[in-house]
């Protein structure tokens, strides 16, 4: 079975600064997705920021990128110049790219505060 | 706006009652999964549909069940509640084998 783990239950950054949100994932599979997803307090999950492990080059949206380390099977999330809007609880998941088989696995989450 | 609806969004229930929890999803979304998120933890896999047949299970107990509808909403039932069933239940509807798109949840709370 698949486990993922996030270390760092609560983060903090000022605003405008840079912050990474670790994640750590266990797999004997070869092929797969990760994914990071948001959940602000209006509670709805949205999504960040997808790879595919496949791909060797790691996935960027605007102000958010991952460093992608399959070996070591790390995956986290660097957002650049935080915003206010960007506190939020943050889910590490993991998916198979099996067919029929696409459960979300979830870590525990990171609870990031934004200090203006 | 994900265009996953859910409903309702809270829900006060006594101990061995039943609950139907209900999702609504985008036209062309064949796949919906729903999660159970209890306080300060990640979603946990209940299940998830695939055109209008159950094609995955967590660990859940029989008295999870759930069906899909021709009209891409689905529903979750849970009979005899325990207190441990507070929580919040989230649908996810996906028109593709990549992205799942989240509803705002239900929050369940059994007294």
């Known amino acids: 079975a698949q486990t993922v783990t996030q270390s760092q239950p609560e983060m903090s950054v000022q605003e405008a600064e840079t912050v990474t949100l670790s994640c750590t994932y266990d797999?004997?599979?070869?092929?797969?997705?990760l994914f990071w997803y948001k959940q602000p307090p209006s509670r709805q999950m949205i999504l960040v920021i997808r790879q595919e492990a496949y791909k060797q080059q790691n996935a960027t949206e605007n102000r958010f990128s991952v460093n992608f380390q399959k070996a070591a099977k790390s995956f986290s999330l660097k957002i650049s110049d935080s915003q206010l809007g960007d506190a939020a609880m943050y889910f590490c998941a993991y998916r198979s790219a099996d067919f029929g088989n696409e459960k979300l696995t979830f870590g525990t989450g990171t609870r990031l505060t934004i200090i203006p | 706006e994900t265009g996953v609806t859910q409903s309702p969004t809270h829900l006060i229930k006594t101990r061995g009652q039943q609950v139907t929890l209900r999702c609504s999803s985008q036209s062309g979304h064949n796949t919906v999964s729903w999660y159970q998120q209890a306080l300060g933890q990640g979603p946990q896999f209940i299940f998830q549909?695939?055109?209008?047949?159950?094609?995955g299970r967590g660990n859940f107990p029989p008295r999870f069940s759930g069906l899909q509808f021709p009209n891409y909403s689905s529903e979750l039932n849970v009979n005899a509640l325990e207190l441990d069933d507070s929580a919040l239940y989230l649908c996810?509807?996906?028109?593709?084998?990549?992205?799942?798109?989240f509803g705002p949840g239900t929050r369940l709370t059994v007294t």
């Open positions: 996810a509807s996906s028109p593709d084998r990549y992205e799942q798109y």
């Open positions: 797999t004997s599979e070869s092929d797969y997705y």
């Open positions: 549909y695939y055109r209008e047949e159950e094609n």
